[in-house]
């Protein structure tokens, strides 16, 4: 009989449990299937099409020098396993555990009721320190750490050869403006590694807040890790190795900016581990008492204004017309521009995050939900927080090299006004001509908010606020390393995520 080594978001040859797996077999099928239907969905993009197909021709060549080949296939999963299971009998499927999205979800219960129905094991294996069934969050940092210092897979010496045909992938997206678009591919995220981890990562720690010094300074391994091109145990391994190589050398940076680096690999698995326990978060307030909060239905003046970068504040407007353009922010201006469209905007998560989600090359539904809903204060557990994009601008783009760069209408602007045009005395050439003027006024959006925001927390339901934290809220100690609380001699207070996270990958 035949094995079904079905590849989903795990694009690479080593360190891959269920490769291993499958390799042990007689004859093993290697499957991809490109899934039209996923690819129309509102939290879908042309860029991140584009990185896929980077990985799948890489992954085709890695799988050719083992004596194989990528099946790929074009429809609906479960016809497509239909298909196949009348021309090669396979009894055995094998692929990683996926935390997707709530689509991905229902196509993996649909798949697996045809398994059951067919007599056809289905066999998944994890492949980052997520944890499936988890009844409550203790425990779970030491889970996912053994899974993290467990020895690497190697990938197999040869596999049997596979001569079934492939359909040519098809151009499902319409075309996306993102010049600056990553490549896809395990050579691109080995290169990345290690440029990171010898070269790019000194400043870690200190240029991460930066939209312009964070782009070089950060690893940029996010969309790698996102369609798995390199795993999470490969790159804590590897900075483990680089900890050890600095040990004890001079006060030049390293040190603390690989702590950093590895603290935001565990927030990593932490933010997957929410929706894989809650996979309504997607679409439902964290904390049900906030739903209704804001309006479901947009106020599309504002929700486009902010898409396009026309909203008249300099700053965040640079920051969208990036992020359309490369496909990636640094995390604290991602926490911006979410904060100023859910609180000066008073818009919706729900309608925002689709929009980020298709910018984003690098989209992972679990960090980015979760991320969402604690940027939009709809978690319970998190201090909102109501990020001014005036002041972020002065902090993190004193110069104004990267707010020119993406507004070029505001050439004529002296740099003293370049985050506040509107009180230039010369603002009358330019505001509501070739720049627009600005759609709220900071000040008063923001203390609307926080007075709105503040009374709703003081009213809730504080068992659903328990709820909440017993089954998403982080254990850690007093470094902030994520613990095995079942360890403990005596109880201690969880730390509820109160801080602001900085995920800088």
């Known amino acids: 009989m035949t094995t079904l080594l079905w590849f989903k978001r795990d694009l690479r040859i080593h360190d891959h449990p269920a490769l291993a797996l499958a390799a042990r077999d007689d004859r093993v099928v290697p499957l991809y299937i490109v899934e039209p239907e996923y690819w129309a969905l509102p939290d879908t993009s042309g860029r991140q099409y584009a990185f896929l197909q980077d990985s799948l021709s890489d992954l085709q060549t890695a799988l050719r020098h083992l004596g194989s080949d990528l099946v790929i296939r074009v429809g609906d999963a479960v016809t497509v396993f239909q298909e196949l299971y009348q021309t090669v009998k396979f009894d055995h499927v094998i692929s990683h555990e996926e935390t997707g999205n709530t689509w991905t979800f229902a196509r993996d219960k649909r798949v697996a009721a045809w398994a059951r129905r067919q007599g056809v094991r289905w066999t998944e294996r994890p492949q980052s320190g997520v944890v499936r069934r988890l009844q409550g969050r203790d425990g779970w940092g030491g889970q996912r750490n053994a899974f993290i210092a467990q020895a690497q897979i190697e990938a197999p010496k040869v596999l049997p050869p596979c001569?079934?045909?492939?359909?040519?992938?098809?151009?499902?997206?319409?075309?996306?403006?993102?010049?600056?678009?990553?490549?896809?591919?395990?050579?691109?995220?080995?290169?990345?590694?290690?440029?990171?981890?010898?070269?790019?990562?000194?400043?870690?720690?200190?240029?991460?807040?930066?939209?312009?010094?964070?782009?070089?300074?950060?690893?940029?391994?996010?969309?790698?890790?996102?369609?798995?091109?390199?795993?999470?145990?490969?790159?804590?391994?590897?900075?483990?190795a680089r900890q050890r190589e600095i040990k004890g050398g001079p006060r030049d940076g390293w040190a603390g900016s690989l702590q950093s680096f590895q603290s935001r690999l565990a927030w990593r698995d932490h933010f997957m581990q929410k929706l894989e326990d809650e996979p309504a978060l997607e679409h439902r307030c964290l904390h049900r008492a906030y739903e209704g909060m804001r309006p479901l239905e947009p106020d599309h003046s504002r929700l486009t204004a902010w898409e396009n970068g026309e909203t008249g504040l300099p700053f965040l407007d640079a920051c969208m017309r990036s992020l359309r353009t490369v496909g990636w922010l640094n995390f604290r201006m991602r926490a911006m521009v979410v904060s100023v469209a859910s609180y000066h905007l008073w818009l919706d998560w729900r309608s925002t995050g689709q929009h980020l989600a298709r910018m984003f090359t690098d989209y992972e539904p679990g960090i980015h939900w979760s991320q969402m809903q604690m940027q939009s204060g709809t978690t319970g557990i998190n201090t909102p927080r109501i990020y001014n994009p005036i002041k972020q601008g002065r902090d993190q783009d004193p110069t104004g090299i990267f707010t020119r760069r993406w507004l070029p209408e505001l050439a004529d602007v002296p740099d003293n006004h370049l985050h506040t045009p509107w009180i230039w005395d010369g603002a009358g050439r330019v505001l509501g001509k070739t720049y627009p003027e600005p759609i709220i006024d900071v000040a008063e959006a923001a203390r609307v908010a926080r007075d709105r925001i503040f009374s709703m927390r003081r009213s809730v339901d504080r068992s659903e606020t328990q709820r909440v934290i017993h089954k998403h809220a982080s254990r850690k100690d007093s470094a902030g390393h994520f613990v095995n609380d079942r360890a403990r001699r005596k109880p201690r207070r969880s730390k509820a995520d109160s801080a602001q996270l900085k995920f800088d990958l």
């Open 163 to 240: 001569d079934l045909p492939s359909d040519p992938v098809p151009n499902l997206c319409a075309p996306d403006p993102c010049s600056g678009r990553q490549k896809g591919g395990r050579d691109h995220a080995l290169s990345l590694l290690g440029g990171f981890l010898t070269d790019r990562g000194q400043t870690y720690r200190r240029a991460m807040s930066s939209p312009l010094q964070g782009a070089v300074a950060c690893s940029r391994l996010s969309p790698h890790l996102a369609l798995g091109t390199i795993t999470i145990r490969e790159v804590v391994q590897a900075t483990v």
